[in-house]
């Protein structure tokens, strides 16, 4: 599997391991990602190998004698073992030459996508730099598409894998007491950002419910920030040292509601089958939303929403959520 980046696309790719390993019990999975990301997928106990590469971070210094060093390793480590199928699940070349460099074993090939979906990136010369190609929906789920894909590629019918609800590789942890809520605020993307005075006045409700809040951040100017909105909220709102994801997951895990922007951290949320309340800036829902479950939900779309907005549909998860035990 080659799913590079980013966090969100990454944690929205792990049901295909479950819908592989299902059908193909006696089938071993590596995976290919990028270094931030590869402490999370080594907590999964269905991939075998994680292969971490570094692009982000090689492309700044190309031209020095230890970052070649380090691409040569990769391409070493990468070849090291050959596959019967890989998979492209970016759709971009630089995943796509990964794909191609992995060494395959007799009748073995590499699959990537034929076409463009909505909201999804694309770049259309993938589709000759691998043995296959496989046609895609237009419009479709995040989740779906890398499901359809690896249905596609294994040669079965994806609507039959799609029957089956997604499933994750985590389960949630007994939840604290009190009660916490994470406010996962930040991301990448300016165009998803939720303005400071909405976190403040969503965080004013969830403190007057016996919530303690949570803040965790991942830069100098994420922690500003949080530092910031505690200074605002009081001693309740705690800001959550840096960590590993792996360390993050954990604490996540035993969350009572996670209320977040679209970034990596509301998904992972998702995947940790927690209360969740994805904000939306722009219209996107229907490609990376939450579906199947009462407590996830996603509020806002073509405008980010107001607190008042959010706030009804903390409860609503809440209420739907199913019993934990406190731990």
């Known amino acids: 599997m080659v799913k ?19 059908r193909y019990p006696e089938c071993s999975i590596d995976w290919v990602v990028e270094e931030a990301f590869a402490d999370l997928l080594r907590t999964v106990p269905s991939i075998d190998t994680v292969i971490p590469i570094a692009q982000r971070r090689w492309r700044k210094t190309f031209w020095q004698s230890d970052t070649r060093a380090a691409w040569q390793a990769f391409w070493q480590a990468l070849r090291s073992q050959s596959y019967d ?68 590629a294994c040669g079965q019918d994806a609507a039959l894998w799609l029957a089956d609800a997604p499933v994750y590789p985590w389960p949630a942890l007994p939840a604290s007491e009190p009660p916490v809520a994470v406010l996962a605020f930040g991301t990448t993307r300016a165009d998803n950002l939720w303005p400071a005075s909405d976190w403040a006045a969503l965080g004013q409700h969830l403190l007057a419910q016996g919530f303690t809040l949570a ?67 722009q219209p996107r829902v229907a490609r990376a939303g939450p579906v199947g479950r009462p407590y996830q939900q996603a509020v806002g779309g073509a405008q980010a929403p107001m607190a008042d907005e959010v706030w009804p549909a903390c409860q609503q998860v809440l209420a739907a959520a199913p019993a934990r035990h406190s731990a």
């Open 215 to 281: 803040l965790p951040q991942s830069s100098e100017q994420e922690l500003q920030w949080a530092q910031q909105l505690a200074g605002v909220l009081g001693p309740a709102c705690r800001v959550w040292p840096r960590m590993p994801l792996a360390e993050l997951k954990k604490h996540m895990a035993a969350a009572s509601l996670v209320v977040g922007v679209d970034s990596g951290l509301s998904h992972l949320a998702i995947a940790l089958n927690l209360p969740v309340v994805q904000i939306f800036s």
């Open 85 to 152: 199928l890989v998979i492209d699940f970016q759709g971009l070349i630089k995943s796509a030459r990964v794909a191609r460099v992995a060494r395959l074993n007799p009748g073995g090939f590499s699959v990537t996508y034929a076409n463009r979906s909505d909201w999804c990136s694309y770049e259309w010369p993938v589709r000759w730099l691998l043995k296959r190609s496989v046609p895609m929906e237009k419009t479709i789920h995040a989740v779906a598409r890398y499901r359809s894909l690896a249905a596609r």
């Open 4 to 22: 590079l980046s980013s966090l969100g696309d990454v944690i929205q790719t792990l049901p295909v391991l479950h819908d592989i390993q299902s």
